[in-house]
């Protein structure tokens, strides 16, 4: 069965960094991009940044281009994001995920998720 965990998040004040985690398992294909998705209460979730399975392209949305960065190490099946400069918008769950596409800033392009991770940035 295909499992994404999610680790890494927590509290940072504003201007912090973290990294987080995802490692995937039960995955058949290597071949795939692995994504990154947040998510507040009564929003939709938003694309935050992927990469292709070489992790030789890279892609941010514009709210957080400049300050996050995604990578990932395939011998590891592990996927991060390291967080800088973090500003309060940037609250909310973070989750992973692994398409098998082409489409990478749509939610439902997207194969298999993680169960998300809390980052809260506090003022």
């Known amino acids: 069965q295909v499992q994404l965990v999610e680790s890494g998040g927590g509290l940072v004040q504003t201007g912090g960094s973290l990294r987080l985690s995802c490692a995937a398992s039960?995955?058949?294909?290597?071949?795939?991009?692995m994504g990154w998705f947040r998510q507040t209460p009564g929003k939709k979730r938003e694309f935050v940044a992927a990469?292709?399975?070489?992790?030789?392209?890279?892609y941010y949305a514009d709210s957080v281009k400049g300050r996050f960065t995604i990578s990932r190490d395939n011998a590891k099946n592990t996927v991060y994001l390291q967080m800088n400069s973090l500003k309060p918008e940037d609250t909310a769950v973070y989750y992973c995920?692994?398409?098998?596409?082409?489409?990478?800033?749509?939610?439902?392009?997207?194969?298999?998720w993680g169960q998300g991770t809390q980052v809260t940035v506090s003022s």
């Open positions: 995920a692994v398409n098998y596409g082409y489409e990478v800033t749509r939610p439902d392009a997207y194969d298999y």
């Open positions: 039960g995955l058949t294909f290597s071949r795939n991009t």
């Open positions: 990469t292709s399975w070489s992790g030789g392209s890279t």
